[in-house]
């Protein structure tokens, strides 16, 4: 009998993540390979962190060393087949099994690329790490039957720090890059350019962990920082209970306006990318607009409705992807695609 094909990163891209696939295919082919490592090697140790079968203290020394393995400290072999072993997803077991795979692969980048993705990849499992320890005597609570008490960031510093290390950096490796290898002589405001980017990132993530609430408090985790819950008299484990409606709703929305902030400094970004840069402008463009709409969800949402996860829908993507597409040649309806409220508009320092 003949051998399988092996499996290409191409289809472990595909099967890890529909939506990034997508965005990765449209991107040039110059950046495409090193940001789809990147993002492969980042599931690998987000899947390492999430498996909450096994204990902190376990989760915690395979980061360790699979951190090692891509700073290239250590080329100490590893086998992830126990913990692989655990995934209720096909495709994060696969992910696991193919991690050594994934590590060749750094191998074959150039050394300034090699230096980037390093230093991605460092940053985004220090703060996965850093989650495992602040949260890691939490357990999945349901009803809170245990009587266990939810964890809470403590401040809004904290928070910013996270959002940054889990998906500021992205923006700033994105950034850096895509400069390098598409535009590196174009005229930008440099600093401003990666700032917006980093925003970029920072914001996709609150979106992230807004829309995740429910599932967070259930397991024992809360992302709004205690200080700003305390000032609004709330508790982390009745945060969504309709008897708080009143309280919890204004900051609840003062978060969705931080996120709409960081988005529009992502469209700024877009924008400021060289024009002839269509294919990276539209793979900004999507997770951007598809956000707005996620907020706009988020915002029409009572507290019962917040319960259960809000999603856009694969048509509205559908149709957002079409809308941007037909519009890429022509900057004037381009830039209509989305018109950032001016209180974003007007927000061009980081929020804390």
Not at 37 to 58: C, F, G, K, N
């Amino acid at each position: 009998m003949a051998e399988p094909p092996k499996i290409l990163p191409d289809d472990l891209l595909r099967a890890t993540s529909r939506s990034f696939y997508l965005t990765l295919r449209v991107l040039p082919a110059a950046v495409r390979p090193q940001i789809g490592l990147a993002y492969l090697l980042a599931r690998t140790t987000d899947t390492i962190a999430d498996t909450e079968i096994v204990s902190p203290a376990q989760r915690l020394d395979a980061l360790h060393k699979l951190r090692e393995r891509i700073s290239g400290q250590s080329t100490a072999p590893l086998n992830f087949g126990a913990l692989a072993q655990q995934q209720g997803s096909p495709a994060e077991k696969l992910l696991l099994e193919k991690t050594e795979d994934s590590l060749a692969r750094l191998q074959q980048l150039a050394p300034a690329d090699l230096k980037l993705v390093r230093d991605v990849l460092t940053t985004i499992t220090s703060g996965q790490e850093l989650d495992l320890r602040r949260f890691g005597s939490a357990t999945k609570t349901g009803t809170s039957a245990t009587g266990q008490q939810v964890i809470a960031l403590e401040t809004a510093a904290e928070l910013d720090d996270y959002t940054y290390r889990v998906a500021g950096c992205v923006g700033e490796f994105w950034t850096k890059i895509c400069r390098a290898h598409l535009f590196p002589d174009a005229q930008l405001d440099e600093k401003q350019f990666i700032t917006d980017g980093i925003r970029f990132g920072k914001g996709l993530q609150l979106i992230n962990i807004l829309r995740d609430l429910p599932a967070d408090l259930k397991n024992g985790r809360c992302y709004l920082p205690s200080q700003q819950l305390d000032e609004a008299k709330l508790l982390p484990e009745l945060l969504l209970s309709p008897a708080n409606a009143q309280k919890f709703l204004p900051l609840f929305r003062e978060y969705l306006d931080r996120a709409e902030a960081h988005l529009a400094a992502g469209w700024r970004y877009t924008n400021t990318l060289p024009f002839g840069q269509f294919r990276v402008r539209l793979a900004c463009a999507w997770p951007i607009l598809i956000g707005v709409r996620t907020l706009e969800k988020l915002r029409a949402a009572n507290v019962m409705e917040l319960q259960q996860r809000v999603k856009v829908s694969r048509r509205e993507i559908r149709r957002i992807i079409f809308h941007s597409l037909a519009r890429s040649p022509f900057a004037p309806a381009w830039r209509q695609l989305y018109s950032p409220p001016v209180k974003a508009v007007d927000s061009r320092r980081e929020l804390a």
